[in-house]
Nanobody, 121 residues
């Protein structure tokens, strides 16, 4: 399974930006998808998840501003970020927990390459 994240960039405070993450390769099923971020000098943090059969979850720091969604037919996940703040500046990573093959019942965690989001005036 390969993940390709895109959509990062530079945006002014209060602005909006959208990220996408496309999963490709051999995929039997996807259990959950999520977005993480790593601000410079800090550890990686979970910001939003969307399980295959449950409600979305958000970190308190982004609740009400960020929206996670997915297109099952395209195996693609999105993160719409509104009212961005300088504290949102980080490298954003997408994560997928998936079962790659019917013959293997285990779930595996896969990571995208990361995309930089910079919020600055």
């Amino acid at each position: 399974v390969q993940l390709q994240a895109s959509g990062g960039g530079l945006v002014q405070p209060g602005g909006s930006l959208g990220l996408s993450c496309a999963a490709s390769g051999t995929i039997f099923s996807i259990n959950a998808m999520g977005w993480y971020r790593r601000p410079e000098g800090r550890s990686r943090e979970l910001i939003a998840t969307i399980p295959s059969g449950g409600p979305t979850n958000y970190a308190d720091s982004v609740k009400g501003r960020f929206t996670i969604s997915k297109d099952n037919a395209k195996n693609t996940m999105y993160l719409q970020m509104n009212n961005l703040k300088p504290d949102d500046t980080a490298v954003y990573y997408c994560n997928v927990v998936a079962r790659p093959r019917l013959s293997d019942p285990r779930m595996y965690s896969y990571w995208g390459q990361g995309t930089q989001v910079t919020v600055s005036s």
